[in-house]
Each structure stands twice: as structure tokens, then as C-alpha cells.
């Protein structure tokens, strides 16, 4: 799309809805124009034919009304970080809420109550200043919201849960305009879509959560290896996880060595594999838990250490800036069979470029704790997540390195239990968010969404489809 091809609509009414709001309203002729509509994902281009900046509540509802009455799609923005691209909409509105970024912690009730423009680098600092956290994200600069809303793995959620499990409330501006409350006590059923059905129920302008006492010191980092020792490792670690304490959460990383000052030079752009992940305890039981890992022997960088939990949180942010051409093929694993093993050794050896990863995530512990009707996230007691998290760091390639993931997946088929996480999902049509659900949750999840969006206004998301649409 070009700038020619968005949508004219009347200047008055523009004017009119841009007198209204608190925050700003950025137009394609704007000067910041560009600035303001970029995601995080280089792959996805998309011009909107208005983004409204909220500042509040106030101002979502009054660009939600506009954005309907206008006839106008609707593109609701946290974080920015959705892999599919659907935090913007070529033509329509986008309803940004990263200007809403307010969080007051409650150290004496351990919880925290978040705006949905926050970042995890933003809530980690301010619950880490009373010791406190919830599971958050890899990347520091993800959205809390969108990684709410589909779930939310991360460091702490073997021992603590999914972010969504430590949701206590959130409020939400539903497609008719209204702001409803959700909590075990309000609305249950629409709390209970909100924790794994993603942004199609309504736009989420507040999130609380418990909070639990971590670090301000943790244990954490990753171990290095040679990639053609891969095999090898995938083997001590399938056996090493059987037993693994909820404490330590942890992933394999197939990958090609970044040129990052912490790995040696002379192993830039060749194939590593690496254990990353952190021990939330006591440091000497980490040591004595990570050790049968470190002593493989001969690693290319041994980086697990006492660092403080704010710096495991943005561990990697440097591999994952904004601009790159991403997409992600996932999906929940019975185990790691050695044909399973096998299969990701050779993929690795024909990786097409040196962004693309694959992680191995363990799970288990807190998460398969969780009853699996206590929520709406789809799959609890699988014991690993794949990722194949291809990438490029401009347009050429990316085709190619879509198309390796693609294969890759295919051939992990026979480990794969065919279910979705949809916070890893590109856009894979109807069929794939069915099955992120299994057929029972994915019932619950239509009855709510024609109760709450019969008209299907938030469709840009892994979309539960209305019964009437
Ligand atoms: C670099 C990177 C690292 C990641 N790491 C992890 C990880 O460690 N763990 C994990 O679980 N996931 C991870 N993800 C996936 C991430 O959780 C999803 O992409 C998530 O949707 C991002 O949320 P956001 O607010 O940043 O994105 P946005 O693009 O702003 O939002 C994504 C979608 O969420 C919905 N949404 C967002 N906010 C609201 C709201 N307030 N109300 C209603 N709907 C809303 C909308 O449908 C929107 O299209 C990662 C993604 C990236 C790109």
C-alpha cells in the first residue's frame, strides 16, 4: 500500500476526534508519521490511515467509536512486537496505547497494577526496586499486554506460572465502548478468555498482577558449545530437564555465533549451540543444578554467573532490536526422541541465515500445575516448546529463510503434539488458532466473543471468529 491508496475521510470529523483526545493523533501526512507506524517486525509495512496516540481510557473509547463509525479496521498496539504484523493495518486506525505506561507497585499486597503501554523493562525496574517480579518476557522491550493476553513464558515460570496465571484483574474497553472489569469476581468467564485468548475480546487499558519476592541477584546466563556438538548436548539436556526443580528455567538455542563481544571472535558467524536460562534461588544450589552442563567440557564461553534479575531480563535485548525481518513456526513437543535430536542437527547444518534460531523451551513445573480449564492458554502439560525464529536483517533472504522454517517444522513433525502457542504464531489462518485451543476452550472462546465482539471489530489477532461471521 502507498500513501496514495489510504482511505480519504472528511477533515471535520479528523479534526473533531482529534480535538477530543488527550494524546495526539498522527495523520500520513504527519512528519512522524513513519517514526510512529513502524513495528518492531522489519517485515511488515503497513500505513494506516490514522494512529491514535492514547493517553487514557478516555481517549481509546472515543477512537474506537470513531474508527466504527468510520467503517475504519481497527489495529490495537502495546508493546508493538506481534510476529503476524496485526499491531498496524494498512488503511485502517491503529489505537497506540504506548503512551499509557503508568505502573504502581503495592510491595505490602505484592502486586502491581500496569497501564498496557508498559514494556517488561519498564515493570521489572519498578517491581525490582521491592525485590518483587512476575514472569515476563526473554526481550525486554516486549509488550506486557500482548504477552499477557496470549500467555506469557519466561524465566520465572516454572516456578511461578505463565504471566497470565498471576493475572488477579484487568480492565477492559469492549467493541460496544463500555469499560468493563474482569477478576475472579467480575465478569469470571471474560477473565477466564482474556488469560490466552489474546486482544479479541476488547481493548485491555489496565492488567494487576500478583507479584513474588525474585533476586534483586539471580543466577543466570548461557553456556556455549560448539554447533557440531549439538547432538551431544540436546542428549545431556533431555536427560538433565527430567529432574530439573521448578527453580530453573531454561532453553537450547541452535544458533550462528553473533559477532557480540562476549563470544570469541574467531567463533563469529559459526554454528554454536548454548543452555540459556536462569536459577531463581539460592546461588549455591544453582551452581550444583547448572553443573552437569558446564562440565561437557570445553565450552566456547561459559557466561552463567550471579547477575542481577533486571540483567537476565535484557540478556539478549541486544540480538533483538527492532527492524529485522522475522517469523516465527512453533509449536508444543511430546519430547526429545533421538530422531527428534537428529533432525534438529541437520536442519541446524542447513540453516539459510545467520538471524535464524531454534529454541528448545523447557516447560513443565507451575505451568502443567495449572488446571487446564483455568484459563484459556491451550496446551499446559507438554514438557517443550519449539521455535523456529527465522530471521534476516533486511528483506533479502527472508523468503528462503521462511520457507527453512517452514521445512524444518514439517520434518519435526513426528515430535510435535500439534498444538500452538499463539503468541509465537505467524499468520496461519483459522485452522492453526483452532488448534492453539483444542476444541473445547476454542467453544468457550466463540461464546465469549459473541457476547463481547459479535461484529468481529478486533480481528487483527490469532482471530476466534464469531459464530455469526
Ligand atoms: C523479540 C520478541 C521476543 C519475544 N519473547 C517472548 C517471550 O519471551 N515470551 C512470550 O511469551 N512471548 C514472546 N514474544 C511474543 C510476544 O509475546 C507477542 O508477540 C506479543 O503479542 C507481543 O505483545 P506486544 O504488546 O509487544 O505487541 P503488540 O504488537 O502491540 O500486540 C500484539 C497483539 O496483542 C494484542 N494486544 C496487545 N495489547 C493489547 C491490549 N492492551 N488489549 C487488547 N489486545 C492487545 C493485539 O491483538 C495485538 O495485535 C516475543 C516476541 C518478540 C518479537
Not at 571472535?265 to 544453582?286: F, I, S, T
Request: net charge negative; aromatic share 8%.
Amino acid at each position: 500500500m502507498t500513501t496514495q491508496d489510504i482511505p480519504i475521510l472528511a477533515e471535520g470529523s479528523v479534526s473533531e476526534l482529534e480535538q477530543a483526545l488527550r494524546g495526539t493523533l498522527v495523520r500520513a501526512s504527519d512528519p512522524a508519521y513513519d517514526d510512529v507506524r513502524a513495528i518492531w517486525n522489519g517485515a511488515h509495512d503497513r500505513r494506516p490511515a490514522l494512529i491514535a496516540r492514547c493517553a487514557g481510557v478516555a481517549d481509546v473509547i472515543r477512537a474506537l467509536e470513531f474508527a466504527r463509525s468510520e467503517e475504519l479496521r481497527v489495529a490495537v498496539r502495546a508493546g508493538g512486537h506481534s510476529i503476524p504484523g496485526y499491531s498496524s493495518v494498512d488503511g485502517g486506525m491503529v489505537i497506540d496505547l504506548s503512551p499509557m505506561q503508568g505502573i504502581q507497585v503495592d510491595p505490602r499486597r505484592r502486586t502491581v497494577r500496569v497501564q498496557p503501554g508498559a514494556t517488561w523493562a519498564a515493570l521489572d525496574h519498578e517491581t525490582q526496586a521491592f525485590g518483587l517480579a512476575v514472569t515476563g518476557g526473554l526481550v525486554s522491550s516486549t509488550g506486557v499486554a500482548g504477552l499477557t493476553l496470549g500467555g506469557g513464558i519466561g524465566w520465572l515460570m516454572r516456578k511461578h506460572g505463565l504471566t497470565c496465571d498471576n493475572l488477579i484483574a484487568a480492565d477492559v474497553v469492549t467493541a460496544d465502548g463500555r469499560l468493563v472489569r474482569t477478576s475472579q469476581a467480575d465478569n469470571a468467564e471474560l477473565f477466564w478468555g482474556l488469560r490466552g485468548g489474546g486482544g479479541n475480546f476488547g481493548i485491555v487499558t489496565s492488567l494487576e498482577f500478583r507479584l513474588h519476592p525474585v533476586g534483586p541477584m539471580i543466577t543466570g546466563g548461557a553456556v556455549f558449545y560448539p554447533g557440531e556438538r549439538a547432538g551431544e548436548l540436546l542428549r545431556v539436556y533431555r536427560d538433565w530437564i527430567a529432574t530439573a526443580p521448578d527453580e530453573l528455567t531454561t532453553l537450547v538455542n541452535l544458533l550462528t555465533c553473533p559477532p557480540a563481544p562476549f563470544l570469541p571472535e574467531e567463533w563469529h558467524g559459526r554454528p554454536l549451540v548454548a543452555v540459556v536460562g536462569m536459577y531463581a534461588g539460592p546461588h549455591d544450589e544453582a551452581e550444583r543444578a547448572l553443573r552437569p552442563l558446564r562440565e561437557l567440557g570445553a565450552p566456547v564461553a561459559d557466561l552463567f554467573g550471579p547477575m542481577p534479575y533486571v540483567a537476565m531480563q535484557s540478556l539478549i535485548d541486544p540480538l533483538w532490536g527492532p527492524g529485522a525481518s522475522s517469523y516465527m513456526k512453533a509449536g508444543f513437543m511430546r519430547g526429545l526422541d533421538d530422531e527428534t535430536i537428529d533432525t534438529l542437527v541437520a536442519q541446524h547444518a542447513s540453516v539459510t541465515s545467520p538471524k535464524t534460531e531454534m529454541h528448545v523451551q523447557h516447560l513443565g513445573g507451575a505451568v502443567a500445575r495449572v488446571a487446564a480449564d483455568a484459563t484459556a492458554f491451550g496446551e499446559r502439560d507438554a514438557p517443550l516448546l519449539v521455535n523456529i525464529v527465522a530471521g534476516t536483517h533486511t528483506a533479502d533472504g527472508f523468503d528462503d529463510a521462511v520457507a527453512w522454517a517452514q521445512e524444518t517444522y514439517g520434518a519435526l513433525t513426528p515430535a510435535l503434539t500439534g498444538g500452538a502457542y499463539v503468541n509465537f504464531l505467524s499468520s496461519e489462518g483459522e485452522e492453526r488458532v483452532r488448534a492453539a485451543y483444542g476444541a473445547e476452550t476454542y467453544r468457550r472462546l466463540v461464546a465469549l466473543k459473541d457476547e463481547y465482539d459479535p461484529d468481529n471489530v478486533f480481528r487483527l489477532n490469532q482471530n476466534v471468529r464469531p459464530s455469526g461471521r
